[in-house]
């Protein structure tokens, strides 16, 4: 076998070579990348390292404003552009580049005073001309280049630079959400974007945002320093940023694809904290003595949705009051929440957030308990008696239902689609699963609306102001938004009136009682409230522990970082 | 013209219908799932309906499907992908950047795969029956047979720490000199390539062992033991030689395989190569772009396919008759 050996060494040096070479061409063009940020690695002079953040499965999809549509590129935008307002963890609008703002009398028109000696990073002063630019640009072209951020402007007819500092935005009708949509809009800067906007504005989806093809002109507290969109995003500080500097040079946002490599990264000292993490993961990573875990947010409600739209002539029954709610009892959100999200989840009685009390509704709404009894009693009055197989069967018809569970989010969705099977079987409901790519556009896309699904499993995404939370429910987003199919004329009139109502204590009163509509009607059943699982390195404080509603690295303010140093 | 050539034009032929019908059937596919890169945008609350109707008209998406079928062949044929819904840059730029990462770690991986296989597969037919034959087959099969998926994650449990476990390279490594940065790039390479190894070596162990088998005991072997040559050479020269064209064949499968195969390596590693952009761009509906894939993954498939021909009527001219 002396041969044999012999060619073996040949191939193995043939095999180091041909790695070699491989890796040189990789490495070819690479070596040697020089940031400012780099120098700022070591602590010194009050300046603390750069923080290395990671997330698991979803990161950025475009930093072009114009073209990302993710929530983590609305939490870069946030920390590098102008936003006339932000808001606190208390879902309180706070100044940001606007120091004040006031309405006239007919609520039609908003006066901010901005600012002043503010500067983009090129050293060109930010005015109300850049805030005027870009809330008239996004309404000019909403239905067009600017579409992904037409949500932020919905109401206004133009905006004025009265003078440097003084901005006035004009709308077509009194709206109170106006702060609430108008802070995601991140300023930009007039010189750089103009040219870009003209005609059909085609040409603003084409910046590439990266600082090695092009310069990126922002306000900071940070700015893009390296872009890799599916790697790791560098961002570094910005020392002329008009507001409270964060003690850190700069952050990375790194994308893992898979939650164990990420938990394995953290271990190993080679990131300092990782958010979105499977609720699973945080039995191993209590173990570890280094590493704090806590869970972040609560503002995204876990949602089972019937659909009792007229549409559904199969199970018409589901128009009837009396099933939905005992679908209500019978659901037991504790054990989903213990077994499911490992704890990291609140029981949900609404999609209006608790933390909406006191400032937009005047007391929480409780969750429904599980009565299997009083479930089962509900459907036994309706006269849905059960049939040989234990499935009850309404006006001929087997009370069996097709749920639509999503793919993008079926580690969680699938064990809850089975806790709710089973859950429901207990008062004679059967339910038939069925994966889909993901549901909300069988819904809303289909041309034979609310016909092909029973129940779907959602997670919603709300906003700092309830506007948007009951704005699903009318009738004006049959088709769109409004999943269930739920049609009130009186609803959808109340939801009028608080959109327009300028006055906080009147509006309140008016949101308790949109509230009380769609628990009285059962039109959402909501499970959780569901939290964002984050671990960090004990080494850093600073990290707002349970203090921010949207999760960690969230669109809300720049205030995130802050206060992040290395204390050990 | 020679049977050779007329073999390799009739090979070619068939190769261009194929990936024609290929282009055509992924551009169906994808269109037949419901919902559309439009409606996917749902992440972004209180998106008016007509915005949505306008992004379909921006994306093309609003047009019939075969005008959609049409203009795609038109741009194709003029060399032009499309721009990808995601981040609205050219499909080729997006293409190219991550096919250049995979074949770089796919690349090391599948040669070492080859070799190692190859080295094994001789071994092994060389020994055939001893302890050590069944040792090595037993073993090729068994990692044959595991999940990738699970394979990389227990390499990544196993060796975190010692080895970098995501990527394919240190974004924090400021100010760093070519050395230092090959160095990092090289340890980053060591864990998703060795799963590529080990995922391929198995198959094309266990194929050289059965044609290397079938080899030693042909008459021109046997003369060549008779005339006393030595056993380097009777094995590797005169039986291997000729156990070589299911290897050739093997081996040009495999490559043309795996650009597409690499999905889960690339999702366990976190390599931003073509599998981690084709899961993310099927997530997000981004038709032009996974189009660009799909275009690329048939092309390479069918090049190799054609390749792995052209080489086999080469060594083989019998093929070509």
Redo the contacts between chains.
């Keep these: 076998?002396?041969?044999?050996r012999?060619?073996?060494r040949r191939?193995?040096v043939?095999?180091v070579l041909?790695?070699l070479v491989?890796?040189?061409?990789?490495?070819a063009g690479?070596?040697?990348?020089?940031?400012e940020?780099?120098?700022s690695?070591d602590s010194s002079g009050g300046d603390q390292p750069?923080y290395?953040l990671g997330t698991v499965g979803m990161g950025y999809?475009?930093l072009?404003p114009f073209?990302g549509?993710?929530?983590q590129d609305y939490a870069a935008w946030m920390l590098m552009y102008p936003n006339l307002v932000q808001y606190s963890n208390e879902l309180q609008p706070q100044p940001d580049f606007a120091e004040s703002w006031s309405t006239s009398e007919d609520g039609l028109t908003w006066t901010f005073t901005l600012t002043s000696g503010a500067a983009w990073t090129d050293g060109k002063p930010i005015t109300a001309s850049d805030a005027a630019f870009t809330i008239n640009t996004v309404v000019k072209l909403?239905?067009?280049?600017a579409?992904?951020l037409?949500?932020f402007v919905?109401g206004i007819e133009t905006a004025t630079a009265v003078d440097d500092t003084t901005l006035e935005v004009k709308l077509a009708a009194p709206s109170a959400a106006l702060l609430a949509?108008l802070f995601q809009l991140p300023i930009l800067p007039e010189h750089f974007w103009a040219e870009y906007a003209k005609g059909d504005g085609a040409k603003l989806?084409?910046v590439?945002m990266d600082p090695a093809k092009e310069t990126v002109v922002a306000s900071g507290p940070f700015t893009i320093e390296?872009l890799?969109?599916?790697?790791?995003t560098?961002f570094k500080r910005v020392d002329t940023f008009y507001g409270p500097k964060p003690m850190i040079t700069g952050y990375?946002f790194?994308?893992?694809?898979?939650a164990?490599?990420?938990i394995?990264?953290l271990?190993?000292g080679?990131i300092d904290c990782v958010y979105q993490l499977p609720p699973t993961s945080s039995d191993t990573l209590k173990t570890d003595a280094n590493l704090q875990i806590e869970g972040f947010g609560g503002s995204m409600p876990e949602t089972l949705l019937v659909n009792d739209s007229e549409n559904n002539k199969k199970h018409p029954e589901l128009q009837e009051l009396g099933v939905r709610q005992a679908i209500d009892l019978a659901i037991d959100r504790t054990a989903m929440i213990d077994t499911v999200y490992n704890g990291f989840a609140v029981p949900g009685g609404s999609l209006l957030l608790p933390l909406y009390v006191p400032q937009f509704l005047s007391a929480d709404v409780p969750v429904t308990g599980r009565d299997v009894a009083k479930a089962n009693q509900l459907l036994d009055d309706l006269g849905y008696a059960k049939g040989s197989d234990g499935i009850r069967v309404a006006d001929g018809v087997e009370m069996q239902y097709t749920l639509l569970v999503g793919a993008?989010n079926r580690a969680i969705d699938s064990r809850i689609a089975d806790m709710l099977t089973q859950n429901l079987a207990e008062v004679g409901i059967g339910v038939e699963q069925k994966l889909?790519?993901?549901q909300?556009?069988?819904i809303?896309?289909?041309p034979k609306a609310y016909t092909d699904f029973d129940m779907t499993l959602i997670m919603w995404?709300?906003?700092p102001d309830p506007d948007?939370s009951t704005?699903i429910s009318t009738s004006t987003m049959l088709?769109?938004?409004n999943l269930t199919g739920y049609s009130n004329p009186e609803y959808d009139k109340l939801w009028g009136q608080q959109t327009s109502e300028m006055d906080a204590a009147k509006r309140t009163a008016i949101i308790d009682q949109l509230s009380a509509k769609l628990v009285q009607d059962v039109v959402f059943h909501p499970i959780a409230y569901t939290q964002m699982v984050t671990s960090w390195n004990k080494k850093w404080q600073g990290v707002p522990e349970g203090g921010a509603p949207f999760g960690y690295y969230s669109y809300l303010n720049k205030m995130q970082f802050n206060a992040l140093e290395v204390t050990q | 013209m020679s049977k050779r050539q007329k073999f390799i034009l009739r090979r070619a032929g068939s190769a261009l219908v194929i990936a024609f019908i290929t282009i055509t059937f992924s551009f169906v596919l994808f269109r037949a799932?419901?919902?559309?890169a439009a409606?996917?945008?749902?992440?972004?609350?209180?998106?008016?309906?007509?915005?949505?109707?306008?992004?379909r008209a921006?994306f093309g998406i609003d047009k019939p499907l075969t005008t959609q079928y049409l203009l795609y062949l038109k741009e194709l044929a003029r060399g032009d992908l499309g721009v990808s819904f995601?981040?609205?840059?050219p499909v080729l730029d997006n293409v190219l950047r991550?096919i250049?990462?995979t074949v770089?770690m796919v690349?090391?991986g599948t040669?070492?795969a080859i070799?190692?296989g190859?080295?094994i597969g001789?071994?092994a037919a060389?020994?055939q029956g001893s302890a050590r034959d069944r040792v090595i087959t037993g073993a090729a099969m068994v990692i044959y047979s595991l999940p990738v998926q699970w394979v990389g994650?227990l390499l990544?449990?196993w060796f975190?720490?010692w080895l970098?476990?995501?990527?394919?390279?240190?974004?924090?490594?400021?100010?760093?000199?070519?050395l230092e940065?090959?160095v990092d790039?090289?340890r980053h390479?060591i864990l998703p390539?060795t799963c590529v190894a080990l995922m391929l070596f198995g198959s094309f162990a266990l194929v050289v062992r059965s044609s290397q088998l079938e080899a030693l005991g042909d008459d021109h072997v046997l003369t060549a033991r008779a005339k006393g040559y030595?056993?380097?050479?009777v094995?590797?020269r005169e039986a291997f030689r000729s156990a070589m064209l299911p290897l050739v064949t093997l081996s040009t499968l495999t490559l043309g395989w795996v650009i597409a195969g690499t999905i889960l390596v690339?999702?366990?590693?976190?390599w931003?190569g073509i599998g981690?952009?084709t899961?993310?761009a099927v997530?997000?509906r981004d038709y032009p772009l996974l189009q660009g894939i799909f275009l690329l993954v048939t092309i390479s498939v069918v090049g190799f396919n054609f390749l792995g021909d052209v080489l086999h009527s080469v060594l083989d001219p019998r093929v070509a008759e």
């Design positions: 076998m002396k041969s044999s012999k060619a073996g191939m193995v043939f095999t041909a790695a491989l890796i040189l061409a990789a490495t690479c070596g040697g990348s020089s940031t940020t780099s120098g690695s750069v290395r999809d475009s072009n073209v549509m993710y929530a909403q239905t067009g280049a579409a992904a037409s949500p919905p949509n989806k084409t590439t390296k890799d969109i599916k790697g790791t560098i990375g790194q994308l893992f694809t898979n164990d490599a990420a394995q990264a271990k190993a080679e993008m889909v790519d993901n909300v556009p069988l809303m896309t289909q995404g709300l906003t948007w704005l088709g769109a938004y | 799932l419901p919902g559309d409606s996917n945008l749902s992440r972004v609350p209180n998106m008016p309906k007509e915005a949505q109707a306008a992004l921006q995601q981040d609205q840059q991550t250049r990462n770089v690349g090391i040669v070492v070799l190692v190859t080295l001789v071994t060389y020994r994650l990544l449990v975190a720490g970098p476990t995501s990527g394919m390279s240190d974004p924090y490594l400021f100010d760093a000199g070519f940065t090959f790039r090289a390479m390539a030595r056993n380097r050479r094995v590797w690339e999702s366990v590693f976190t931003p981690q952009a899961v993310q997530a997000a």
